[in-house]
Structure formats: structure tokens, C-alpha cells
Nanobody
Framework: QLQLVESGGGLVQPGGSLRLSCAAS????????IGWFRQAPGKEREGVSC????????AYADSVTGRFTISRDNAKNTVYLQMNSLQPEDTGIYYC????????????????????WGQGTQVTVSS
């Protein structure tokens, strides 16, 4: 059974950093594009970043460009989201999601393109 599990969330002060992990079980991530998404209270889920199956291409939302970095370790079946210079507006539940794309050159982050989702991890940025 395909399963994604996020971890690494928590409470951090403005300007701080967190690294989120998305671990896959029941399948290999090597043929999947992976995206990170977030949902703040009262807001719609939005795309944050994505990485293609071979790690050759990434994309970021404008709001996180220069602060967040997505990476993947296919040997560990895990994708990471390094988040630096966190701000209160980054608060929300962060989800990773997967779409089967073994030869995708580019990726993008509309949530509707991703059929497989984890349960999410809470990130709170507050002083």
C-alpha cells in the first residue's frame, strides 16, 4: 500500500529553520514527482515546491523562493524540504504528495495533479 509520512514539523521562532521529511513506504519514489504543499487555517491548500523523479528539476512558489530548498534521496526513499528564514505566514500544515511521472522534465504544483498524499505535519512560526 502506497504511503507517505511527513515529519519534522514543530514550533519555531521567526527567522528560524526546519527541515521536513517525506518518507515513502509500500512503493519506490524513484518514478514519482514529489510536491510539498501547505494549508493555513481558513485558506486553501497551496503548492510550495516540487522535484521531478530524478531530482533534475525543481519548482518553488514565489513566496518561498530563496528560503526553501527541496531535495530527494531516492536511496532512502525520502524527500526533504529545508525551510530557512521562516516567517509567521509560513504557518500551516505541510503535506507531501506524489504523482507517477517516471520521465518528467519539469514539475509544477497545482494540488489537483497529485493523487497520493500524506497526513501532514504542523509548522508553527511564532515568537
Amino acid at each position: 500500500q502506497l504511503q507517505l509520512v511527513e515529519s519534522g514539523g514543530g514550533l519555531v521562532q521567526p527567522g528560524g529553520s526546519l527541515r521536513l521529511s517525506c518518507a515513502a513506504s509500500g512503493f519506490s519514489l524513484v518514478t514519482f514527482t514529489i510536491g510539498w504543499f501547505r494549508q493555513a487555517p481558513g485558506k486553501e491548500r497551496e503548492g510550495v515546491s516540487c522535484v521531478t523523479s530524478n531530482g533534475g528539476s525543481t519548482a518553488y512558489a514565489d513566496s518561498v523562493t530563496g528560503r526553501f530548498t527541496i531535495s530527494r534521496d531516492n536511496a532512502k526513499n525520502t524527500v526533504y524540504l529545508q525551510m530557512n528564514s521562516l516567517q509567521p505566514e509560513d504557518t500551516g500544515i505541510y503535506y507531501c504528495a506524489a504523482q507517477f511521472r517516471p520521465a518528467q522534465a519539469l514539475c509544477d504544483i497545482p494540488p489537483t495533479q497529485y493523487p497520493y498524499w500524506g497526513q501532514g505535519t504542523q509548522v508553527t512560526v511564532s515568537s
